[in-house]
């Protein structure tokens, strides 16, 4: 990232004219005032992708340059694993730069707009706290604008796959993280250039500092280099792994989003309990039916976790989990028996169309299991759960009427 940063304004500057060339050194230099650098950074965007946006130059070199950032996003995430173990993805380049030229080709292009419009305004802000706004507020606008059309194509037919979430591809846990961040190279650079010229107006003071004015795009070139390498060592420290294997971020995102992307973060963890948590929030997010089927994993073993399960996912409507957990009221296992909330549940289920728990709940009131003894309630329930199907109800009828 850094070093294509620093090719990529080096040869931004290599195609500006003598006179835009003289005013960016002055600028770098102090005898400019500092808020000419958007302008001056604009003069880079113009050189760069032509004045015109709306014409087929600026198209084709967006496209180009959505492409390389695709390429370089995905070399890098390939370099640190995320691809393998996060996104557990094997597509080839060539098959993501297929997908970016229906993804990122027009979403890059307007996202591009975009970050010409505010930083055409730009010079109108006199501080630097609200040009630090504007930035933030382009990083926002970028995001939107991918994710619009990340969010199009999932759902149109060119997509056969799951439909990945947004906390899925913020987290690197889908193959279309490569698409997102790639938009925000332009985003980046806009950082790392502002960062720059103050660095440089402020060593440009200092005695002995090497002449700017004859080699301005050389020394600016270093100085993104630096900011956008230091700044990526930042962002490492935020994915130093605790001791579950787990990164700030990734609690971050299951405790915000929880669903799917807390079953993503769990694959990261061998440790049992950190699992189990992530698991809970899982379920919280409605991925109820995962709650249930590790529930009855591990039922023999840890009765406690696996009545939490059930607990959870009977919260987010889950019919069965609400099932084994009037059950497990009646039972008292990995709980303390409460024959009249096991009672309750079953009787919602019931009530809901699971003609199974309508024959449960029948036999502990034919049998007075924790129950007050009624064979005419249990023959109620037995009706009901054989009218709806149940084979089992209908056989103890049966033998009840007999």
């Known amino acids: 990232m850094s070093s294509s940063l620093f090719g990529l304004t080096l040869l931004a500057g290599s195609v500006l004219t003598d006179t835009k060339k003289q005013e960016i050194a002055e600028l770098l230099i102090g005898d400019r005032s500092s808020q000419d650098w958007s302008t001056a950074f604009t003069d880079y965007f113009d050189a760069l992708f032509g004045q015109k946006h709306l014409s087929w130059v600026c198209l084709w070199r967006s496209a ?87 969010f199009a194509y999932l759902n149109s037919p060119l997509h056969q796959g799951e439909i990945e979430g947004f906390a899925e591809i913020i987290g690197v846990f889908s193959i279309f993280s490569v698409l997102f961040y790639s938009t925000f190279l332009t985003s980046v650079w806009s950082w790392a250039y502002l960062i720059s010229t103050w660095a440089i107006r402020l060593c440009a003071k200092l005695p002995g500092w090497v002449a700017v004015r004859e080699r301005p795009f050389h020394i600016l070139a270093c100085f993104v280099f630096v900011t956008t390498f230091l700044g990526s060592l930042s962002a490492a420290a935020l994915m130093q792994k605790d001791a579950d294997g787990l990164t700030p971020i990734d609690r971050t995102l299951c405790t915000l989003f929880k669903g799917q992307v807390c079953l993503d973060v769990a694959r990261l963890t061998k440790e049992e309990q950190a699992q189990f948590e992530l698991l809970l929030l899982a379920c919280e997010g409605g991925i109820t039916e995962e709650c249930v089927r590790h529930g009855l994993r591990q039922y023999e073993v840890e009765p406690k976790q696996a009545a939490r399960l059930f607990r959870h996912a009977c919260d987010g409507g889950n019919a069965l989990g609400c099932h084994i957990l009037g059950l497990l009221h009646f039972l008292g296992r990995g709980m303390p028996a409460d024959p009249a909330a096991g009672e309750l549940r079953l009787r919602q289920v019931c009530d809901g169309g699971n003609t199974e728990a309508c024959t449960n709940l029948g036999v502990f009131y034919e049998q007075g299991f924790r129950l007050p003894a009624d064979p005419e309630a249990a023959a109620r329930l037995y009706r009901q759960g054989c009218d709806g199907g149940n084979a089992r109800g209908c056989a103890l009828l049966e033998r009840l009427s007999q």
Do not use: C, K
Not at 98 to 107: F, P, Q, T
Not at 108 to 124: A, C, I
């Open 64 to 150: 180009v340059a959505s492409l390389i950032a695709v390429t370089l996003i995905w070399l890098v995430f390939g370099s640190i694993g995320a691809l393998d173990l996060r996104a557990q993805a094997n597509l080839s380049l060539g098959a993501i730069l297929v997908i970016a030229l229906a993804v990122n080709i027009a979403a890059d292009y307007v996202s591009l707009l975009e970050t010409r419009l505010l930083l055409g305004q730009m010079h109108r802000l006199r501080r630097v706290w609200a040009q630090g706004a504007v930035l933030v507020a382009d990083l926002l606008i970028s995001g939107l604008i991918i994710w619009a059309a990340i």
